[in-house]
């Protein structure tokens, strides 16, 4: 390893350029070459040892800024390890390396004694010359790489330069570790905290996507759609203010309040009302705009509530489709009340409903009327609602980079056939006749066969559980109930006793069988008795 | 349901639909027929169109109630039939022996008596 001897004086300027070239391309090399792994912990020691062997120096530390506390934190170190494992802290400002990061430049120290370095253990360690550099990216400061020598040694400009050179690549390497290292948390994070599927609700077809944003990282975009206790659906999508982890940690902790809220049965606007409070008093510095809406598929209805969000998009078969006028009420979290007024919206079989984010509309260069009135457009369609979702992102986010963007969009199924039910007594003697009314049945919907077995197994289930589980010796009465649409097939059985726990060893296996064999299954029990709802979705959406 | 002995070997049949409503006379048939000189007995589930978690629970019942007896059970069932399905969704492939045939079956009796240890050995 070649040292520079940058002390001698009678090297020509040339000669020391050659060699600080020469250096920096080992110092490159390093860097780059470590730059694939990520790891910014080891990547740092790796630096560091380079950083000694090219300088000829005997120690090589760097601090990195605790923005917040305004303190320099030792992360990584050479010859003076005690520096990291002590986790030192230098305020800004303050000391050798504090002069560094509040002064933004270079800073060389011949002699070391108390008065020019705060930090006992470079003093312990008896280092006599000093030199460092501050590490700025993106025209910010993020810490401070010093080198020491144990030997009364003169830091000329060269090494000065050469320095601060190797700085400048440190300080490329920790901003693009840690930001990338933030990016793929966020994003893992916000991934995890999207819906795994869409509810499977019958009578209703689901679709949503998320496009993060192309450089800048994540945003808080979400959506989110799940059903109700009661059988109605939540439907959301949400936008936090912000970027990056911290943003996908606020939209996590909106998303569990609303179902939450949710949950616990509160309307639209008291959910809303809630999480404007929730957000006051937790999340102070954070906003969010947020549209939530309740859909009740038997009534066809949606509630919707607004805080600060872009209006939805409704469409009705042979209607235009249109923004629906839902007032519009402070972002959660930007005002003490936040009392949302909620709009009921009926909607008919074939009706489409998109919640979307800013991030699909708005454009500098294009005024958002003419954008909205482009998204309108596209909800115009008929096909497949999967091709609907993919056309507004074709259409209207193929140009978007700096933002991210999330849409999930409903349709009320347009061919809901059926509504057979048949009521009969709670007798085992009467399962066999069930089962021959369910293969009818099915065979006359036109039901794929694959599907047949599993549709009477499950039903079956539901119906022996019934017999077995709702009544005492007096009996009752089990109705099954059939629909279909497009998409899905629905088996709804219904009892009117009070179920018990299930006996002996191998019993309760019922459930299971059920959960194994339909695509949905939905067991609401009360007062009245118990409704177990099966599903099956007969083809996949496109 | 018939019941046949074939070489020593009670092989019960079953056809049609299974569920809770038939599931009783087959535990009380298999509780008077099958004796404890029996080593192994086989149920042929070829004929069976439909099976519901009441097979299933048949199925766990009469294992274990031979298995006190060091008795084995053997269910047939054929490949690609419907109560396949059943039999999958109730997690039950794995912890029966299951054979595609009656004559797989017979053949594999003797050898199942034969893997338990003669100081366990039923009589017979």
Redesign the interface.
């Known amino acids: 390893m070649t040292v520079v001897p940058t002390s001698d004086p009678r090297r020509l300027q040339q000669d020391d350029a050659e060699h600080a070239l020469d250096q920096l391309r080992k110092l490159q090399a390093v860097t780059d070459a470590a730059l694939a792994n990520l790891k910014v912990e080891d990547l740092l020691d790796e630096l560091l040892v380079r950083v000694q062997e090219v300088m000829g120096v005997d120690t090589a530390a760097i601090l990195l800024l605790d923005d917040e506390a305004d303190v320099l934190v030792a992360q990584a170190a050479k010859g003076i390890e005690e520096e990291v494992r002590q986790g030192v802290r230098i305020p800004v400002g303050r000391g050798f390396a504090g002069r560094i990061a509040a002064e933004r430049r270079p800073v060389v120290i011949g002699r070391v004694d108390h008065g020019n370095v705060m930090n006992p253990i470079l003093r312990e360690k008896k280092i006599v010359s000093l030199a460092g550099v501050p590490l700025i990216t993106q025209g910010r400061i993020i810490g401070v790489l010093h080198v020491g020598s144990l030997t009364p040694r003169t830091f000329t400009p060269a090494d000065v330069q050469l320095l601060q050179l190797v700085g400048d690549r440190v300080a490329l390497a920790i901003f693009v570790g840690l930001y990338e290292r933030e990016r793929v948390i966020a994003e893992t994070l916000q991934r995890s905290l999207l819906p795994e599927s869409l509810p499977f609700v019958f009578g209703l077809d689901f679709a949503a996507r998320y496009v993060p944003a192309g450089g800048e990282g994540i945003g808080g975009d979400w959506y989110d759609a799940f059903v109700l206790p009661n059988g109605n659906v939540a439907i959301a999508v949400g936008d936090v203010v912000g970027r990056g982890l911290r943003a996908a940690a606020v939209m996590g902790r909106l998303r569990n309040a609303l179902r939450a809220f949710a949950f616990e049965g509160h309307s639209p606007e008291e959910t809303l009302e809630l999480m404007n409070a929730m957000i006051r008093f937790l999340d102070q510095d954070e906003m969010a705009t947020l549209i939530y809406g309740v859909l009740d598929p038997r009534k066809r209805r949606l509630t919707i509530a607004n805080a600060g969000h872009l209006p939805p998009v409704v469409s009705h078969p042979r209607q235009r489709a249109a923004l629906v006028d839902v007032s519009t009420h402070p972002p959660l979290g930007a005002s003490f009340s936040s009392r949302a007024d909620a709009l009921t919206v009926d909607l008919v079989p074939g009706s489409t409903v998109l919640l979307y984010t800013d991030g699909i509309v708005e454009r500098r260069s294009v005024p958002l009327d003419e954008r909205l009135t482009m998204l309108c457009d596209v909800v115009d369609w008929d096909g497949p609602l999967d091709g609907l979702v993919d056309s507004v992102l074709a259409k209207l986010g193929g140009d978007q980079t700096s933002d991210d963007m999330a849409l999930l969009a409903v349709r009320l199924s347009q061919d809901v056939t059926g509504g057979y039910s048949m009521t009969v007594d709670a007798d ?2 009467r ?2 006749e069930l ?1 021959s009314t369910l293969r009818g049945w099915l065979a006359d919907a036109g039901v794929p066969s694959d599907l047949v ?2 549709i ?2 499950a039903t ?2 539901a119906c ?1 559980n019934a ?2 589980h709702a009544y005492g010796p007096g009996g009752g009465q089990i109705e099954m109930t059939l629909a279909k649409s497009e998409e899905y097939l629905e088996a709804t059985i219904r009892d009117h006793g009070a179920w018990r726990e299930p006996r ?4 309760g ?2 459930l ?2 059920m959960r ?2 339909a695509a949905s299954v939905d067991v609401v029990s009360g007062a009245d008795g118990t409704q177990i709802r099966l599903g099956w979705k007969l083809r996949s959406p496109q | 349901m018939t019941l046949d002995v074939i070489d020593g070997v009670p092989v019960l049949r079953l056809a049609g639909e299974v569920d809770m409503s038939n599931t009783p006379a087959v535990r009380r048939l298999i509780a008077t027929e099958i004796g404890n000189k029996v080593v192994a007995m086989v149920l042929d589930l070829s004929g069976v169109t439909y099976l519901d978690s009441a097979g299933i629970h048949l199925l766990y019942q009469l294992e274990s109630k031979l298995e006190v007896h060091q008795q084995h059970l053997i269910v047939v069932v054929p490949t690609g039939v419907g109560i396949t399905r059943t039999l999958q969704a109730a997690g039950v492939i794995g912890s029966f022996v299951l054979v595609s045939s009656v004559e797989a079956a017979l053949v594999l009796a003797p050898r199942l008596s034969e893997a338990v240890k003669p100081g366990r050995r039923a009589v017979g």
Do not use: N, Q
């Open positions: 085992p003697a399962l066999a089962r077995f599993d009477l197994v079956g289930e022996a017999i077995e002996g060893r191998h019993r296996r019922g299971s069988m194994r064999l």
